[in-house]
């Protein structure tokens, strides 16, 4: 009896070592598939997956970027207004459907009977402000712009889009100063007292700094840009939809938090977060659904760095990624393996381009549903992807024998039999054929 328990026992230690072994070995294999291409292109990206209520950490490519370096989240930030929003609606002191011209004063070319929820839901139709003329006042460092009132600038909506959902920082710009009209208080005053505090997020910050400790060196269009930091552009500008400062480890915190316990909000609340709305945004949420799963989160970009989540609230399994640049290289395909692994699903490699296969496909292409101009490029035995007009050059693999996938946003381009002019373009769903207009010699 004493040696088949310990025959079990033994059973029981090697299986635990084999799964640890296969964890290990699956996010080993993500190391490997990455590393050289984001050395190559002197990129650099960290990761952090909570899988089966364990965190495990990599660093990808260049700068040793990991789970303890500071970042901004860009528009993650829209989350925690979010939340400072529902605190206030639970004590009483707002209402989803309250106007926002009940707290502030009128705004030209904002309509003051915009409820709070369109506002929450980006369903107002309002104009994007923050985006406007961003990369001069990054650079520029002028203290009349930075000094500005940006409010002034919102420009006359487009009422044919009043209701549906359209992405746009006015939002988020405006929710934060009603949390400001309510509390009495700063945003960040606010944002400290009831979030950064309470959940013990001790390298996060209500808004970027070039002083603060451990902070990833940002870069834009592959140079070094800390020179160009001014906390007046990420307190001022970004704000409330995108200022704050953060590390991998903090942010696991923070959605664990919201999704798992009540220190935030009450359950029915995130509830509420999560299923009002419409198919693509809740309050403050991004929504997603891969296979049939349904994921939460929400990614920005910033100059000098980018972000990407989804929490599974079922598992309660997530992924979160950054990089110190604009956009995460590799995006669709790193996410896609992330997703693979948290699901228990296989991890395939690139595969190398036939390049006698494809390369009569270099050229100009017209995307005219987009009015996007798309090039393939073949330079040293590699393609691209590239679209001038999104600043986007994203390396191509090989996904079967006729089709190519494009890391960066997942675009399969599939040979057409008998038409070396065209290729069949499919997105998310979206398929369409795309014609070269010019070749690439």
């Known amino acids: 009896m004493k040696t088949l328990q310990r ?13 640890s072994y296969s964890q290990t070995s699956d996010l080993a294999i993500i190391s490997k598939k990455y590393n050289s291409i984001l050395k190559e292109q002197n990129k650099g990206i960290a990761v952090l997956v909570k899988k089966n209520h364990k965190t495990e950490t990599i660093s990808l490519g ?7 370096s500071v970042f901004n989240i860009g528009s993650a930030t829209k989350t925690f207004t979010a ?6 609606i639970e004590k009483g002191t707002l209402k989803l459907t309250d106007s926002i011209g009940s707290y ?45 009132n940006l409010l002034d600038q919102v420009e006359e909506n487009n009422p044919e889009i009043v209701g549906s959902f359209d992405y746009c920082n006015t939002n988020y710009f405006l929710l934060g100063k009603i949390i400001e009209k309510v509390t009495d208080q ?16 001790k390298n996060t910050y209500p808004y970027v700094h070039k002083n603060l400790p451990n902070l990833a060196t940002p870069y834009h269009e592959g140079k070094d840009v800390t020179q160009y930091l001014d906390y007046r552009y990420f307190a001022n500008i970004a704000y409330a939809a995108g200022s704050i400062a953060s590390t991998l480890t903090d942010m696991e915190v923070f959605y664990s938090s919201l999704f798992e316990t009540e220190k935030l909000l009450k359950k029915e609340t995130v509830k509420m977060m999560m299923e009002t709305g419409n198919e693509y945004y809740g309050l403050g949420l991004l929504k997603s659904n891969d296979n049939g799963t349904k994921y939460y989160g929400h990614g920005g970009n910033n100059i000098g760095y980018a972000f990407r989540n989804q929490y599974n609230p079922i598992t309660k399994d997530m992924y979160l990624v950054f990089t110190n640049s604009k956009s995460i290289p590799s995006k669709k395909s790193i996410t896609n393996d992330l997703l693979a692994y948290i699901n228990n699903n296989p991890i395939e490699n690139f595969q190398n381009i036939d390049i006698d296969n494809f390369k009569k ?11 996007l101009t798309l090039k393939i490029v073949l ?48 997105q998310n769903g979206f398929t369409t054929t795309i014609n070269k207009v010019t070749t690439n010699k």
């Open 7 to 19: 025959l079990i026992v033994l059973l029981a230690i090697l299986f635990i070592k084999y799964v």
């Open 62 to 68: 260049n700068f040793n970027l990991t789970e303890n």
């Open 83 to 88: 939340i400072l929003i529902l605190q206030e």
């Open 104 to 148: 502030l004063t009128p705004i030209k070319n904002v309509d003051g009977s915009l409820t709070i929820r369109a506002l929450l839901t980006h369903e107002s139709g309002l104009d994007e402000v923050i985006g406007k003329n961003v990369l001069d006042i990054f650079y520029g460092k002028d203290d009349a712009l930075y000094n500005s």
């Open 186 to 201: 700063s945003y960040f005053d606010v944002l400290r007292e009831r979030i950064i505090l309470p959940l013990k997020m």
């Open 361 to 371: 496909y270099a050229g100009t292409y017209l995307l005219k549903e987009a009015n």
């Open 379 to 426: 330079e040293n035995d590699k393609m691209y992807l590239v679209s001038e007009e999104q600043g986007v050059k994203s390396e191509l693999t090989q996904k079967n024998q006729k089709s190519l996938y494009d890391t960066t946003v997942g675009v399969v381009l599939t040979q057409i039999e008998g038409d070396n002019n065209s290729l069949s373009f499919n």
